[in-house]
């Protein structure tokens, strides 16, 4: 099977996925992808916001629900934790809305939200409505960017080029995952010991 056919078959679900997991490159690349006609430029927009929803769904929800746990307690000594509290607690629908358009919060704050007052509906339905808009921005700047690159560069952005780089930036994300969860298990490790 060529490589532009297992983006026909799969790319979608690795928009998905990969819009939960890692963020903007993924959905600016459904967009080069959409653009060299890989994938349907509704469907890269509606698999990255569904995504990027979902996990922004879930991480409200795990701070909702584990907010006395030790590590979520944890989580609160961050800096960024504490700079998406304040802003919560100042501008919650605003700071909803934008949260995923802020570099060094995305992660941090459906946490920090699940953890306050904002109820449950609000949160859904902000989310929804930002995770819409984010998926159709940057997925619409990697369509428009194909064009400039093939523009610039003609054949050399061929399937097999993009599918590389998909294949790059989803080694990438899983490795950047890795990274995260190991330092999460070492500060909770050394907390647990402090506290011993």
């Not at 490159?25 to 992808?33: D, N, Q, R």
């Not at 304040?86 to 995305?106: D, K, N, Q, S």
Request: with cysteine.
């Amino acid at each position: 099977m060529s490589i532009e056919s297992l983006i026909e078959h799969y790319g979608l679900v690795a928009l998905l996925l990969g819009a939960g997991l890692e963020g903007e490159a993924v959905v600016i690349t459904g967009g080069v992808l959409a653009h060299r006609g890989l994938v349907p430029i509704g469907g890269a927009m509606t698999a990255t916001a569904a995504g990027s929803f979902l996990a922004d769904q879930l991480l409200f929800l795990a701070g909702r629900r584990f907010r006395t746990h030790r590590w979520v307690v944890g989580l609160h000594a961050k800096p960024a934790f504490g700079r998406a509290i304040i802003l919560i607690e100042r501008y919650p629908i605003g700071f909803i809305f934008a949260f995923r358009f802020l570099y060094g919060l995305r992660t941090i704050s459906p946490i920090a939200i699940g953890t306050t007052h904002v109820r449950m509906r609000t949160y859904l339905l902000v989310n929804a409505a930002s995770a819409i808009v984010w998926a159709i921005t940057f997925t619409s700047i990697g369509y428009l960017f194909g064009h400039a690159l093939e523009a610039l560069l003609g054949k050399l952005l061929t399937p097999t080029h993009i599918g590389i780089a998909f294949v790059v930036i989803g080694a990438s994300t899983l490795l950047i995952l890795a990274i995260r969860r190991g330092r999460c298990h070492r500060i909770a490790g050394g907390k647990g010991k402090r506290a011993a």
